[in-house]
């Protein structure tokens, strides 16, 4: 049986996939989790296998949720040398005391690393018959909360220290804006993380914090399978 909605990516699907566990909804969902560096019948040599994901997106909406570590990757610890930049619009408070780097010199780093890791969007998208989303990957937790769940992150942030608040919330924003330029270079929508499981701060409510330094939970899953109900029953 074909399904209504087909959802793909990599770690960011789990809450999507922890919802749906529960879900009595009427809708078909068809959930695919992807590991590029493992080769399967869905991914081989880093590449998306064609064949495999043709039939899945033969469906009214198809969820994208590619990536969206790499912010935290390059700044959840401190770098050896602390740094710090204006974000012209967003955020243009600075720490003086740290090297300030140039606005376009940062934007065009986060800009090269993350397209490349957004290529099976671009490979995957022409095999769609109907919308496509690109979902925003979750901003980032509060400093309390990374320190009681470093997971992975654990050594580099206790050898370093953990990069200011602020710093990493700007890096996000740069990074999600890559994400919305490639969603609509490729004629996909932009599918931002849910204001109501932000903050006021700019960070993932503690209501909708999984328990690691990165990821939201179920609860936020359940919010995403909402809205994208409400999405598929606008489709004609």
Same mark, same amino acid.
């Given at each position: 049986?074909q399904? @209504?909605i ?6 960011n699907?789990? #809450?999507i #996939?922890m919802?749906l566990k529960? *879900?009595?909804g ?9 590991n590029p560096k493992? @080769?399967?019948e869905?991914?081989v040599?880093?590449?998306p296998?064609?064949?495999?994901? !043709? $039939?899945?997106f033969q469906v009214? &909406?198809?969820? &994208?949720? &590619?990536?969206g570590?790499?912010y935290n990757s ?6 050896p040398?602390?740094?710090?930049f204006?974000y012209?619009?967003f955020?243009?408070d600075v720490d003086e005391s740290r090297r ?5 010199q940062?934007?065009r780093n986060v800009?090269?690393?993350v397209? *490349?890791r ?6 995957? !998208? ?5 919308k496509v989303?690109?979902?925003?990957? $979750?901003? =980032?937790?509060d400093d ?5 769940? $470093?997971?992975?992150f654990?050594?580099?942030i206790?050898a370093?220290g &953990?990069? =200011? #608040?602020p710093i990493r !919330?700007?890096?996000?924003?740069l990074?999600?804006q890559v *994400?919305a330029?490639?969603?609509?270079e490729?004629d996909?929508?932009f599918f931002?993380?849910?204001p109501e ?7 993932i ?5 999984y !328990?690691?330094p990165t990821?939201?939970? #179920?609860l936020?899953g359940?919010?995403v399978i909402?809205?994208l ?8």
């Amino acid at each position: 049986m074909q399904a @209504d909605i087909f959802i793909t990516g990599m770690s960011n699907t789990d #809450a999507i #996939a922890m919802a749906l566990k529960t *879900y009595k909804g009427s809708l078909k969902f068809d959930l695919v989790r992807i590991n590029p560096k493992i @080769d399967s019948e869905v991914f081989v040599g880093e590449q998306p296998n064609i064949e495999f994901f !043709r $039939p899945r997106f033969q469906v009214k &909406l198809a969820v &994208l949720a &590619l990536w969206g570590n790499w912010y935290n990757s390059v700044g959840i610890a401190e770098h050896p040398e602390k740094f710090d930049f204006i974000y012209p619009g967003f955020d243009e408070d600075v720490d003086e005391s740290r090297r300030i780097i140039p606005f376009q010199q940062i934007k065009r780093n986060v800009n090269n690393n993350v397209r *490349y890791r957004l290529d099976a969007a671009r490979i995957l !998208r022409p095999l769609a018959s109907g919308k496509v989303l690109m979902m925003e990957p $979750p901003p =980032p937790n509060d400093d309390e909360h990374i320190h009681q769940f $470093p997971s992975t992150f654990r050594e580099p942030i206790e050898a370093s220290g &953990l990069t =200011p #608040a602020p710093i990493r !919330r700007k890096l996000w924003k740069l990074q999600s804006q890559v *994400y919305a330029d490639v969603a609509k270079e490729l004629d996909m929508d932009f599918f931002p993380f849910l204001p109501e499981a932000t903050s006021p701060d700019g960070f993932i409510a503690p209501e909708y914090r999984y !328990r690691d330094p990165t990821h939201a939970n #179920a609860l936020y899953g359940h919010k995403v399978i909402e809205r994208l109900e409400q999405i598929h029953g606008a489709l004609s």
